[in-house]
Protein backbone atom coordinates (compact mmCIF):
# COMPACT_ATOMS: atom_id res chain seq x y z
CA UNK A 1 0.00 0.00 0.00
CA UNK A 2 1.47 2.94 -0.83
CA UNK A 3 -0.86 5.49 -0.71
CA UNK A 4 -0.22 8.73 -3.28
CA UNK A 5 2.65 8.65 -5.12
CA UNK A 6 3.74 11.44 -7.87
CA UNK A 7 5.97 11.64 -10.33
CA UNK A 8 8.52 12.97 -10.71
CA UNK A 9 10.01 13.89 -7.95
CA UNK A 10 12.21 16.76 -9.50
CA UNK A 11 11.99 18.59 -12.87
CA UNK A 12 13.38 22.21 -14.24
CA UNK A 13 11.72 23.71 -16.99
CA UNK A 14 12.42 25.99 -19.55
CA UNK A 15 10.24 28.92 -19.89
CA UNK A 16 7.41 28.45 -22.40
CA UNK A 17 7.76 24.42 -21.80
CA UNK A 18 4.79 22.56 -20.83
CA UNK A 19 4.75 19.41 -18.65
CA UNK A 20 2.65 16.90 -16.41
CA UNK A 21 2.90 16.15 -13.14
CA UNK A 22 1.33 12.90 -12.18
CA UNK A 23 -0.21 11.72 -8.87
CA UNK A 24 -2.08 8.14 -8.10
CA UNK A 25 -3.72 6.62 -4.82
CA UNK A 26 -4.30 3.46 -3.89
CA UNK A 27 -6.17 3.68 -1.20
CA UNK A 28 -9.75 4.10 -3.52
CA UNK A 29 -10.12 7.05 -2.55
CA UNK A 30 -12.96 9.23 -4.34
CA UNK A 31 -11.58 12.87 -3.50
CA UNK A 32 -8.23 14.36 -5.07
CA UNK A 33 -6.70 17.68 -4.98
CA UNK A 34 -3.49 19.47 -6.43
CA UNK A 35 -1.50 21.83 -4.27
CA UNK A 36 1.15 24.55 -4.64
CA UNK A 37 3.69 25.52 -1.88
CA UNK A 38 5.83 28.64 -1.64
CA UNK A 39 8.09 29.75 0.79
CA UNK A 40 6.02 31.95 3.46
CA UNK A 41 2.07 30.85 1.87
CA UNK A 42 1.46 27.35 3.42
CA UNK A 43 0.01 25.71 0.39
CA UNK A 44 -3.07 26.83 -1.61
CA UNK A 45 -5.48 24.84 -3.54
CA UNK A 46 -5.29 24.56 -7.74
CA UNK A 47 -7.54 22.36 -8.55
CA UNK A 48 -9.67 19.26 -6.78
CA UNK A 49 -11.85 16.53 -7.86
CA UNK A 50 -14.45 15.80 -5.72
CA UNK A 51 -14.87 12.12 -7.83
CA UNK A 52 -14.05 10.38 -10.53
CA UNK A 53 -15.49 12.80 -13.88
CA UNK A 54 -15.50 15.80 -12.04
CA UNK A 55 -12.79 18.40 -11.25
CA UNK A 56 -13.23 22.00 -9.59
CA UNK A 57 -10.77 25.09 -9.53
CA UNK A 58 -9.67 25.74 -6.36
CA UNK A 59 -7.74 28.74 -5.41
CA UNK A 60 -5.04 29.64 -7.44
CA UNK A 61 -6.29 27.74 -10.83
CA UNK A 62 -4.30 29.85 -13.79
CA UNK A 63 -1.82 28.59 -16.19
CA UNK A 64 -2.63 25.00 -15.04
CA UNK A 65 -5.25 22.05 -16.64
CA UNK A 66 -6.58 18.59 -14.43
CA UNK A 67 -7.41 15.37 -16.18
CA UNK A 68 -8.98 12.89 -13.82
CA UNK A 69 -7.97 9.87 -15.90
CA UNK A 70 -9.63 7.27 -13.20
CA UNK A 71 -10.36 6.95 -9.57
CA UNK A 72 -6.84 6.12 -9.04
CA UNK A 73 -4.91 9.13 -11.35
CA UNK A 74 -5.09 12.63 -10.96
CA UNK A 75 -3.18 14.69 -13.52
CA UNK A 76 -1.57 18.23 -13.29
CA UNK A 77 -0.56 20.10 -16.63
CA UNK A 78 1.35 23.20 -16.94
CA UNK A 79 0.84 23.62 -20.59
CA UNK A 80 3.35 26.93 -20.84
CA UNK A 81 5.27 26.96 -18.00
CA UNK A 82 5.89 30.78 -16.14
CA UNK A 83 9.15 31.32 -13.52
CA UNK A 84 6.30 32.10 -11.01
CA UNK A 85 5.11 28.39 -11.18
CA UNK A 86 8.27 27.71 -9.70
CA UNK A 87 7.08 25.65 -6.36
CA UNK A 88 6.77 22.38 -4.77
CA UNK A 89 3.31 20.76 -5.54
CA UNK A 90 1.64 18.63 -3.36
CA UNK A 91 -1.26 16.06 -4.68
CA UNK A 92 -3.46 14.68 -1.90
CA UNK A 93 -6.62 12.44 -1.56
CA UNK A 94 -9.13 11.79 0.73
CA UNK A 95 -11.70 9.00 1.15
CA UNK A 96 -14.91 10.94 0.19
CA UNK A 97 -15.73 15.00 0.42
CA UNK A 98 -12.52 17.04 2.00
CA UNK A 99 -14.12 19.20 3.81
CA UNK A 100 -14.17 17.41 6.99
CA UNK A 101 -11.87 14.01 5.78
CA UNK A 102 -8.61 13.98 6.28
CA UNK A 103 -6.43 14.28 3.16
CA UNK A 104 -3.56 12.07 2.32
CA UNK A 105 -0.44 14.02 0.41
CA UNK A 106 1.93 12.41 -1.74
CA UNK A 107 5.81 13.44 -1.10
CA UNK A 108 5.58 16.54 -3.40
CA UNK A 109 7.16 17.04 -6.45
CA UNK A 110 9.84 20.26 -6.61
CA UNK A 111 9.23 22.28 -10.14
CA UNK A 112 12.15 24.71 -10.88
CA UNK A 113 11.08 27.14 -14.22
CA UNK A 114 14.26 29.12 -15.62
CA UNK B 1 -13.61 35.88 3.04
CA UNK B 2 -11.75 33.38 5.23
CA UNK B 3 -8.64 33.97 7.11
CA UNK B 4 -6.29 31.70 9.11
CA UNK B 5 -3.42 33.14 11.09
CA UNK B 6 -0.30 31.69 12.58
CA UNK B 7 1.62 34.09 14.30
CA UNK B 8 4.41 32.31 14.98
CA UNK B 9 6.98 31.69 12.18
CA UNK B 10 9.47 29.91 14.48
CA UNK B 11 9.87 28.34 17.69
CA UNK B 12 12.68 26.43 19.71
CA UNK B 13 11.43 24.10 22.73
CA UNK B 14 13.41 22.62 25.09
CA UNK B 15 12.81 18.84 24.51
CA UNK B 16 9.68 17.08 26.95
CA UNK B 17 8.39 20.21 27.61
CA UNK B 18 4.62 21.14 25.98
CA UNK B 19 4.45 23.23 23.32
CA UNK B 20 1.67 25.63 22.01
CA UNK B 21 1.58 26.70 18.54
CA UNK B 22 -1.01 29.26 17.97
CA UNK B 23 -4.01 29.49 15.15
CA UNK B 24 -6.49 31.95 14.84
CA UNK B 25 -9.50 31.89 12.46
CA UNK B 26 -11.96 34.46 10.78
CA UNK B 27 -14.91 32.75 9.26
CA UNK B 28 -18.57 33.83 9.29
CA UNK B 29 -19.50 30.48 8.62
CA UNK B 30 -20.88 28.47 12.02
CA UNK B 31 -19.99 25.08 9.91
CA UNK B 32 -16.58 24.54 9.63
CA UNK B 33 -13.27 22.39 10.45
CA UNK B 34 -9.87 22.72 11.30
CA UNK B 35 -6.74 20.56 10.60
CA UNK B 36 -3.50 20.93 11.79
CA UNK B 37 -0.95 19.03 9.41
CA UNK B 38 3.24 18.20 10.27
CA UNK B 39 5.95 18.73 7.37
CA UNK B 40 9.07 17.36 8.30
CA UNK B 41 12.31 18.39 6.69
CA UNK B 42 11.72 15.50 4.53
CA UNK B 43 8.72 16.97 2.79
CA UNK B 44 5.64 14.89 3.13
CA UNK B 45 2.45 16.36 4.92
CA UNK B 46 1.53 14.43 7.74
CA UNK B 47 -2.19 14.51 9.09
CA UNK B 48 -2.16 15.37 13.23
CA UNK B 49 -5.89 16.39 14.61
CA UNK B 50 -9.20 18.02 13.49
CA UNK B 51 -11.65 19.46 15.55
CA UNK B 52 -15.30 20.12 13.97
CA UNK B 53 -16.82 23.37 14.56
CA UNK B 54 -19.63 21.84 16.57
CA UNK B 55 -17.63 19.32 18.60
CA UNK B 56 -18.44 20.21 22.07
CA UNK B 57 -14.61 18.44 23.48
CA UNK B 58 -11.51 19.36 22.16
CA UNK B 59 -9.69 16.11 20.17
CA UNK B 60 -7.42 14.64 21.37
CA UNK B 61 -4.58 12.63 19.58
CA UNK B 62 -2.07 10.95 21.64
CA UNK B 63 0.44 13.45 22.54
CA UNK B 64 -1.84 16.20 20.21
CA UNK B 65 -4.36 18.02 21.67
CA UNK B 66 -6.20 20.99 20.29
CA UNK B 67 -7.03 24.07 22.27
CA UNK B 68 -10.82 25.21 20.83
CA UNK B 69 -11.95 28.45 21.55
CA UNK B 70 -14.76 28.65 19.54
CA UNK B 71 -15.95 32.30 20.82
CA UNK B 72 -11.98 33.40 20.34
CA UNK B 73 -11.51 31.97 17.39
CA UNK B 74 -8.60 29.88 18.06
CA UNK B 75 -7.46 26.05 17.45
CA UNK B 76 -4.37 25.82 19.39
CA UNK B 77 -2.16 22.76 18.94
CA UNK B 78 -0.75 20.94 22.28
CA UNK B 79 1.91 18.65 21.84
CA UNK B 80 2.85 17.59 25.02
CA UNK B 81 6.27 15.93 26.21
CA UNK B 82 7.98 17.47 22.84
CA UNK B 83 10.38 14.80 21.53
CA UNK B 84 12.92 15.55 18.80
CA UNK B 85 11.64 13.85 16.19
CA UNK B 86 8.31 16.77 16.58
CA UNK B 87 10.68 19.34 14.81
CA UNK B 88 8.93 20.36 11.91
CA UNK B 89 6.93 22.90 9.91
CA UNK B 90 3.08 22.92 11.06
CA UNK B 91 0.11 24.21 9.27
CA UNK B 92 -3.21 24.87 10.53
CA UNK B 93 -6.05 24.39 8.06
CA UNK B 94 -9.56 25.73 7.88
CA UNK B 95 -12.15 24.04 5.53
CA UNK B 96 -15.23 25.73 5.59
CA UNK B 97 -18.40 24.08 5.12
CA UNK B 98 -20.57 27.04 3.65
CA UNK B 99 -18.34 28.16 0.78
CA UNK B 100 -16.33 24.60 0.84
CA UNK B 101 -12.92 26.46 0.68
CA UNK B 102 -9.80 25.08 2.10
CA UNK B 103 -7.42 27.90 3.94
CA UNK B 104 -3.81 26.94 4.95
CA UNK B 105 -1.78 29.40 7.36
CA UNK B 106 1.51 30.03 6.57
CA UNK B 107 3.14 27.75 9.28
CA UNK B 108 5.34 27.41 12.89
CA UNK B 109 8.62 26.02 12.20
CA UNK B 110 9.17 24.30 15.46
CA UNK B 111 12.84 23.28 16.66
CA UNK B 112 13.23 20.89 19.69
CA UNK B 113 16.47 21.33 21.36
CA UNK B 114 18.07 18.59 22.95
Known amino acids: NAGVTQTPKFQVLKTGQSMTLQCAQD?????MYWYRQDPGMGLRLIYY???????DKGEVPNGYNVSRLNKREFSLRLESAAPSQTSVYFC?????????????FGPGTRLLVL | AQKITQTQPGMFVQEKEAVTLDCTYDTSDQSYGLFWYKQPSSGEMIFLIY??????QNATEGRYSLNFQKARKSANLVISASQLGDSAMYFC???????????FGTGTRLTIIP
Open chain 2, 93 to 103: LLSNFGNEKLT
Open chain 1, 92 to 104: ASSEVGYLQETQY
Open chain 1, 27 to 31: MNHNS
Open chain 1, 49 to 55: SASEGTT
Open chain 2, 51 to 56: QGSYDE
